[in-house]
């Protein structure tokens, strides 16, 4: 696996737990694309990546399964 971004990680993290708390669930990987400007394959292949790491929990088959 490629090395990841860091500060993208932290990016879509923030985003994600920011998203939560103010709408009651989590954002779909296109919300997160487009916040951070980033493709959603990018944005899909950072969560996988970032579930690896206990970052966050994401199953990757539900429209809006992450959990932060």
């Known amino acids: 696996m490629r090395r990841k971004d860091p500060e993208l990680m ?3 993290y923030e985003y994600a ?3 939560y708390f ?3 669930y989590s ?3 296109s ?3 487009n916040a951070i400007g980033i493709a959603r394959t990018t944005a899909y ?4 990546a970032m579930d ?5 929990d994401y199953d990757g088959k539900q429209e809006r ?3 932060v």
């Open 31 to 33: 919300e997160i694309a």
């Open 65 to 67: 399964s992450i959990m």
């Open 27 to 29: 954002p779909s990987t």
């Open 52 to 56: 690896k790491l206990g970052m966050v």
């Open 17 to 19: 737990e920011d998203y």
């Open 45 to 48: 292949n950072y969560l996988v």
């Open 10 to 12: 932290k990016k879509i």
């Open 22 to 24: 103010s709408e009651g």
